[in-house]
């Protein structure tokens, strides 16, 4: 069957050879077939007849009905699905290879009989108008700090007429994350827009008990810098589509990034975090153009940046923890029984007492986690060893997979005193170095010997014990050979004498 491409090669070889038949032999076409195709000016598929007939019998001819009104009840049904109904059906009728046959003619059905799809329109986007925001997930990229694996977001901004864009990373959709994020991006830009959109922050309004509470903050935020509020209707992401957008693209190009590095590694977050920065400022390059014509537009930025905090007042439990945000911290147990001002933080918890700062811990990420610091309570479980065994929060007083080991060691070793052992051990790491007595337990399972309190003891203490100086005595030079070697070389220049 002669094609298209061959009549094409035919009619410019005519254009530069004289013969017919040289310019046939060359597309491979028969001779009186390159003239009809010559004389004509028309391509094999302008006058080849409509193909309107079945080469074949179709399968689904007497299925066809049910099969269409099943599409009618649910039109979202595939074809593979609608096979193995049929299979079920009928056994023995219908073949897997038939699936092909069906699908082409669930698409006809879909394209001529079935119902009306969503229909998406271009929106004009005008300079310095709106800019949109929301959180995305990063973990599936599979970037590691330190070798764990890190899972995080990124609050990602957008401006939806140049299309400039700024991130940070954080943990959680928290009030906190969006207010950090929201105002680093204003301020790396130096300006504001008119108006913000995102979607109904379902996810930021969770991580606070108080709907009231959650609304007031973020209208005080967007009041602040005076940027009007927008959010998309339920369950409609397109109408954030900009920055939805963004989220897919900026995730591939992290990802193409990370294979040109070489390594998904990081040393620390920091190093992470200018990775990023990096990438975000060279995708900003190809806009400068359009977001010279939105910065001409642009309101000026505030005296002054909000702080990213949520205050609150808990009380110190008994059991020296304060509970905030649905999650435990430990706190010194002086302040047992005591109302203490907590200030959260995107990455960090601050506890005040009595207009000063007690302590800052990491903030923990998601809901029902607990965070005890031994040192805390250290003090009061010597006095209790009892409670180890069964205290909920066990595992916290672990601080490393080293004194695990040695905790387990001492369970098999002294099963009637490891808890008092362990308990002494662990004062020992808050009286004196954590570092010291885990080189110290480090050592003890190197060498097999038994892990006691005393043996750990005996080791960091003779670890703290610092070696005398090295007496360094320095001999006084005689110059005398010098001043007899220069007198030399003058008394040589001088009689003209040379050391070649």
Avoid at 290 to 315: C, D
Wanted: with cysteine; charged share 25%; proline share 3%.
């Amino acid at each position: 069957m002669v094609t298209d491409g061959q009549v094409r090669r035919l009619m410019s070889l005519l254009q530069k050879e004289q013969s017919l038949q040289v310019s046939a032999e060359k597309v491979e076409m028969d001779r009186r077939t390159a003239r009809k195709y010559r004389d004509s000016g028309q391509l094999p598929s302008a006058v080849r007849p409509e193909h309107d007939w079945r080469t074949r019998v179709d399968p689904f001819a007497a299925v066809w009905p049910w099969v269409a009104e099943q599409l009618v009840l649910n039109a979202g049904l595939e074809a593979k699905t609608l096979l193995e109904a049929l299979q079920r059906e009928h056994p023995g009728r219908f073949a897997d290879g038939q699936l092909r046959t069906l699908q082409r003619q669930v698409k006809r059905w879909r394209g001529q009989e079935g119902p009306g799809k969503e229909v998406f329109f271009d929106q004009v986007h005008y300079p310095g108008r709106l800019c949109q925001s929301d959180f995305s997930h990063m973990t599936k990229l599979g970037v590691t700090i330190g070798g764990r694996t890190f899972e995080h977001l990124i609050y990602h901004f957008v401006l939806t007429y140049s299309n400039w864009e700024a991130l940070t990373i954080c943990y959680s959709e928290s009030f906190e994350s969006l207010s950090e994020g929201l105002q680093n991006a204003l301020w790396e830009l130096g300006a504001v827009p008119q108006r913000h959109r995102s979607d109904r922050l379902g996810a930021a309004v969770a991580n606070t008990s108080n709907l009231k509470e959650f609304t007031q903050r973020y209208q005080d935020l967007l009041g602040h810098y005076r940027l009007a509020a927008e959010k998309t209707n339920p369950d409609s992401g397109h109408e954030n589509g900009d920055v939805e957008q963004r989220h897919h693209r900026f995730k591939r190009a992290v990802d193409q990034a990370l294979m040109l590095r070489g390594s998904h590694d990081f040393a620390d977050v920091e190093a992470y975090r200018q990775f990023l920065k990096a990438l975000v400022e060279r995708l900003n390059l190809g806009r400068q153009g359009r977001l010279a014509e939105e910065l001409k537009v642009l309101r000026s930025l505030p005296a002054n940046r909000l702080e990213a905090v949520k205050r609150l007042v808990a009380r110190v439990d008994r059991g020296s923890l304060i509970h905030v945000d649905r999650n435990a911290y430990s706190v010194n147990s002086r302040l047992i029984g005591q109302e203490v001002e907590v200030r959260l933080y995107v990455q960090q918890v601050e506890v005040w007492y009595g207009q000063k700062k007690v302590e800052e811990l990491p903030r923990l990420r998601g809901r029902n986690q607990h965070r005890v610091n031994y040192r805390h309570v250290i003090d009061w479980l010597v006095r209790k060893p009892g409670a180890f065994a069964d205290y909920r929060y066990q595992a916290d007083l672990f601080p490393s997979s080293l004194f695990r080991v040695a905790y387990d060691r001492l369970k098999s070793q002294h099963p009637g005193g490891a808890d008092k052992q362990y308990l002494k051990i662990l004062e020992l790491a808050a009286r004196e170095s954590e570092s010291l007595v885990e080189k110290a337990i480090h050592h003890l399972c190197d060498l097999d010997q038994s892990i006691t309190f005393e043996g750990v003891e005996a080791l960091v203490l003779c670890g703290q014990r610092l070696a005398a100086p090295t007496a360094v005595c320095v001999h006084e030079v005689d110059l005398s050979a010098y001043d007899q070697l220069l007198g030399g070389e003058s008394l040589a220049m001088d009689l003209g004498v040379s050391h070649e």
